[in-house]
């Protein structure tokens, strides 16, 4: 258990729903990422935050998909209108950096993942 | 071409072989080398940091090699608990920025 906590676990909905996952970081952590996992395939990065700064968004798979992390501790993600293409792993993961370093260059901590399905 | 390539395997080894692994990047500007380990059905979890001089850590080694654009990783005597996906992770300069990139992974099965 890293301390990374990602809340629900599981999460079956229909098409067309929004669902919102939520993460909460290792306290003294300032970045926290969010990235998608299909089957067979490395985590495909999709935003992060430093503090409550969302410095990168352009990766984000569609204007469905929001992040937000307003008070600089946990953070949430939605999809809207739900698509079955969606149906992956959404991984969360922290890190904790002092300098005015780019993305990735930390080590990141990953939470267990929440596991959509959309019907 | 993808940006991080890696041989999804499965590499099928016995018990105390040594086996390594090679992961390529496509754009020569990037930085920061990772490998991750990741069992199956659970988050992944870093395994060692890559770093230009080569580094070692136990039974682990990691190199760099920048001019032909790829890390590697080296597991000797094998353990069956060594049986897992690991991805590399390059941090890729893209558009200003840098986006941490991972590989698809590649399978090690060890066997007794």
């Known amino acids: 258990d890293t301390g990374v906590s990602q809340d629900p676990r599981h999460k079956i909905t229909k098409r067309g729903q929004n669902v919102t996952f939520r993460c909460d970081p290792i306290s003294e952590h300032n970045r926290l990422y969010w990235y998608r996992q299909t089957l067979g395939q490395g985590p495909e990065f999709l935003t992060y935050f430093q503090n409550e700064a969302q410095l990168e968004k352009s990766r984000l798979l569609s204007d469905r998909f929001s992040a937000e992390r307003p008070k600089g501790s946990f953070s949430t993600l939605e999809i809207q209108r739900t698509e079955q293409g969606d149906s992956a792993m959404y991984l969360c993961?922290?890190?904790?950096?002092?300098?005015?370093?780019?993305?990735?260059?930390?080590?990141?901590?990953f939470g267990p993942g929440t596991r959509l399905t959309v019907l | 071409r993808k940006e991080v390539e890696q041989d999804p395997g499965p590499f099928n080894v016995p018990e105390g072989a040594t086996v390594a692994f090679n992961c390529t990047y496509s754009n020569s500007a990037s930085q920061s080398f990772f490998w991750y380990r990741q069992d199956c059905r659970k988050e992944p979890k870093l395994l060692m940091s890559v770093y230009s001089s080569g580094n070692e850590d136990g039974r682990f080694t990691a190199q760099l090699n920048r001019a032909s654009q790829y890390i590697s990783l080296l597991i000797r005597d094998s353990k069956l608990s060594d049986s897992a996906t690991y991805l590399c992770?390059?941090?890729?300069?893209?558009?200003?920025?840098?986006?941490?990139?991972f590989g698809r992974g590649t399978s090690l099965i060890v066997h007794p």
């Open positions: 992770v390059v941090n890729l300069a893209s558009g200003g920025s840098y986006i941490p990139t």
């Open positions: 993961a922290s890190s904790r950096i002092k300098f005015q370093l780019g993305a990735g260059t930390d080590t990141q901590y």
